[in-house]
């Protein structure tokens, strides 16, 4: 249920208006029926303050009610009974207190009883203003609970398309992995064994960091090394890398798994498509509060992958946009049969 006046400017709002309907009603009893300023500031103070009150219960009336979106017989019949209720009981307590109070002043009284009719349809635009206001504030708040629903449910399906991308990076490397384990088993089983025992670390490190959307590039630098490590194990020499790291970055933060997808990609378009002198070079800088990652490696232009349709890349970049919001934090390059692939991660207190 909306609460009535859940906002400080509603209430403002609402008493401002009665005070100038209070002061309009006086200045009229007291200027143009020459009422005396007491007599008419009690007859317009009386009159709106008891319709002030009744009209707090007409709230009731419009919360339970579509005023546009189904204006049906049973909606139309409610808020005419509501109306004859709401002004009869206005009428009846305004002239019983004024006609207490000035029960000596024939003039006055007199007067009452003439501008019963008057007071009526007074009465009635009250009514109608008042359902109006108490509309627009109902469609307030319920604006501000679709916006806030829209918000969670981005939000969840932010995480959870986070984490459908996350959990396709994992398996990617794991099935080349065991694919290199069971073809080192026949031919090295030692080297087999240490490469079991390597996965084992890095996949660790994968799960712990499973439900984190950023982490440490201490943290992803570690985790790195271990893929190197692996990767090491089924390349050999081929493999040949180097990772600079200017002063300040180490603490600064990335997505995890962000720098696996791109010595993946450098390895299956690059060193599968030389057969000696493969590099990969990556420098990772802090640029005014910007964690700047530039990976170079080289490749034959000539090669022709078999993998057209890998995640890499594409995956790199859908998980920058959904935690960022922004399309211009990966660039690419290629020049030369050299491959550079620059990424900006803006850092946030």
Same mark, same amino acid.
């Given at each position: 249920?909306?609460?009535?006046?859940?906002?400080?400017?509603?209430?403002?709002?609402?008493?401002?208006? $009665?005070?100038?309907?209070?002061?309009?009603?006086?200045?009229?009893?007291?200027?143009?029926?020459?009422?005396?300023?007491?007599?008419?500031?009690?007859?317009?103070?009386?009159?709106?303050?008891?319709?002030?009150?009744?009209?707090?219960?007409? $709230?009731?009336?419009?919360?339970?009610?579509?005023?546009?979106?189904?204006?049906?017989?049973?909606?139309?019949?409610?808020?005419?009974?509501?109306?004859?209720?709401?002004?009869?009981? $206005?009428?009846?307590?305004?002239?019983?207190?004024?006609?207490?109070?000035?029960?000596?002043?024939?003039?006055?009284?007199?007067?009452?009883?003439?501008?019963?009719s008057i007071r009526i349809i007074i009465g009635v635009?009250?009514?109608?203003?008042?359902?109006?206001?108490?509309?627009?504030?109902?469609?307030?708040?319920?604006?501000?609970?679709?916006?806030?629903?829209?918000?969670?449910?981005?939000?969840?399906?932010?995480?959870?398309?986070?984490?459908?991308?996350?959990?396709?990076?994992?398996?990617?490397?794991?099935?080349?992995?065991?694919?290199?384990?069971?073809?080192?088993?026949?031919?090295?089983?030692?080297?087999?064994?240490?490469?079991?025992?390597?996965?084992?670390?890095?996949?660790?490190?994968?799960?712990?960091?499973?439900?984190?959307?950023?982490?440490?590039?201490? #943290?992803?630098?570690?985790?790195?090394?271990?893929?190197?490590?692996?990767?090491?194990?089924?390349?050999?020499?081929?493999?040949?890398?180097?990772?600079?790291?200017?002063?300040?970055?180490?603490?600064?933060?990335?997505?995890?798994?962000?720098?696996?997808?791109?010595?993946?990609?450098?390895?299956?378009?690059?060193?599968?498509?030389?057969?000696?002198?493969?590099?990969?070079?990556?420098?990772?800088?802090?640029?005014?509060?910007?964690?700047?990652?530039?990976?170079?490696?080289?490749?034959?232009?000539?090669?022709?992958?078999?993998?057209?349709?890998?995640?890499?890349?594409?995956?790199?970049?859908?998980?920058?946009?959904?935690?960022?919001?922004?399309?211009?934090?990966?660039?690419?390059?290629?020049?030369? #049969?050299?491959?550079?692939?620059?990424?900006?991660?803006?850092?946030?207190d």
């Amino acid at each position: 249920m909306y609460k009535l006046f859940s906002e400080k400017y509603q209430q403002i709002i609402l008493i401002g208006a $009665w005070l100038i309907i209070a002061i309009i009603h006086f200045a009229i009893l007291m200027l143009s029926l020459n009422i005396s300023w007491e007599t008419a500031l009690m007859d317009a103070f009386v009159f709106n303050s008891i319709f002030a009150l009744i009209s707090i219960g007409l $709230w009731f009336v419009v919360i339970n009610s579509h005023l546009i979106e189904k204006l049906t017989i049973d909606i139309i019949i409610t808020h005419i009974s509501v109306l004859i209720i709401a002004i009869g009981l $206005w009428i009846f307590l305004s002239t019983h207190i004024l006609s207490s109070l000035y029960s000596d002043n024939n003039s006055y009284i007199l007067f009452l009883k003439k501008s019963f009719s008057i007071r009526i349809i007074i009465g009635v635009i009250y009514y109608i203003l008042n359902i109006l206001f108490f509309f627009f504030l109902k469609t307030i708040e319920q604006l501000k609970d679709k916006e806030e629903r829209e918000k969670q449910i981005n939000i969840l399906l932010k995480n959870a398309e986070l984490d459908a991308l996350k959990s396709q990076i994992n398996p990617h490397f794991l099935f080349n992995s065991l694919n290199s384990i069971n073809a080192l088993t026949q031919s090295d089983p030692a080297k087999a064994s240490n490469m079991i025992l390597k996965l084992s670390d890095y996949m660790r490190y994968s799960l712990n960091q499973s439900n984190d959307i950023l982490t440490s590039l201490s #943290n992803e630098i570690n985790h790195i090394e271990k893929y190197l490590e692996i990767e090491k194990v089924r390349f050999g020499k081929k493999l040949n890398y180097s990772i600079e790291i200017s002063d300040g970055c180490i603490e600064m933060n990335l997505p995890p798994v962000l720098l696996q997808p791109l010595f993946e990609n450098a390895i299956k378009h690059g060193l599968y498509s030389l057969i000696e002198g493969f590099f990969i070079k990556i420098i990772i800088t802090n640029n005014n509060q910007i964690l700047q990652i530039i990976m170079t490696n080289n490749f034959d232009s000539s090669y022709k992958s078999k993998e057209t349709n890998g995640l890499g890349i594409n995956n790199l970049k859908n998980r920058l946009l959904n935690i960022y919001g922004r399309i211009d934090l990966c660039q690419i390059n290629k020049e030369n #049969n050299l491959f550079t692939i620059t990424i900006k991660i803006p850092q946030y207190d």
